[in-house]
T-cell receptor, first 112, second 113 residues
Framework: GQQLNQSPQSMFIQEGEDVSMNCTSS?????WLWYKQEPGEGPVLLIALYKAGELTSNGRLTAQFGITRKDSFLNISASIPSDVGIYFCAGPHYNQGGKLIFGQGTELSVKP | DTEVTQTPKHLVMGMTNKKSLKCEQHMGHRAMYWYKQKAKKPPELMFV???????INESVPSRFSPECPNSSLLNLHLHALQPEDSALYLC????????????FGSGTRLTVV
């Protein structure tokens, strides 16, 4: 079945550093989504990508939809303590409308 | 209103109890979802409702029973749960089942004792 392989699993960084995480699959995805989940909360959509090659920014966040449609990355520039959380990539199941496949998540810790 | 509201926030129930989780949205979204999430793991889909009809049941045990009384409300009825069912239960909605920009609620933290 479709799977999303997300790396790294966890990151411990200093405030001000840049962060990069990625998601790969053996299957093609037509949409890539990046969510952030803070403790005690539900995931919040950060960026949605709909076209191969698309590069989209949301403040200090930048995400790209890979040309092969089998990968995506998320960069966070100049990290701050409130960036702490778990970041999930996600994409739609190829034939079950409404079903999202999630990556395993990248847990980010930021040291002030 | 751009929120999905879930109640209760926390629930402790015994294995013989019957309880219900509630989810409400007023964004006019026509697709609603239940996900189950264990600690530090990704959400796992349980059910999808599209235009108030159940469209996906991910082989969820019958002790979980979803209900969509109208386009704004989604319930999850719980009966005879097991301790391994303890998890965060997340509700989400989207404009329709082909739109993946979900809005998630904050979840109900369920503990089965």
């Amino acid at each position: 079945g479709q799977q999303l392989n997300q790396s790294p699993q966890s990151m411990f960084i200093q405030e001000g550093e840049d962060v990069s995480m990625n998601c790969t699959s053996s299957s093609i995805f037509n949409t890539w989504l990046w969510y952030k989940q803070e403790p005690g909360e539900g995931p919040v959509l950060l960026i949605a990508l709909y076209k191969a090659g698309e590069l989209t920014s949301n403040g200090r966040l930048t995400a790209q939809f890979g040309i092969t449609r089998k990968d995506s990355f998320l960069n966070i520039s100049a990290s701050i303590p409130s960036d702490v959380g778990i970041y999930f990539c996600a994409g739609p199941h190829y034939n079950q409308g409404g079903k999202l496949i999630f990556g395993q998540g990248t847990e980010l810790s930021v040291k002030p | 209103d751009t929120e999905v509201t879930q109640t209760p926030k926390h629930l402790v129930m015994g294995m013989t109890n019957k309880k219900s989780l509630k989810c409400e949205q007023h964004m006019g979204h026509r697709a609603m979802y239940w996900y189950k999430q264990k600690a530090k793991k990704p959400p796992e889909l349980m059910f999808v409702y599209s235009y108030e009809k159940l469209s996906i049941n991910e082989s969820v045990p019958s002790r979980f029973s979803p209900e969509c009384p109208n386009s704004s409300l989604l319930n999850l009825h719980l009966h005879a749960l097991q301790p391994e069912d303890s998890a965060l239960y997340l509700c989400a909605s989207s404009q329709d089942a082909g739109n993946y920009g979900y809005t998630f609620g904050s979840g109900t933290r369920l503990t089965v004792v």
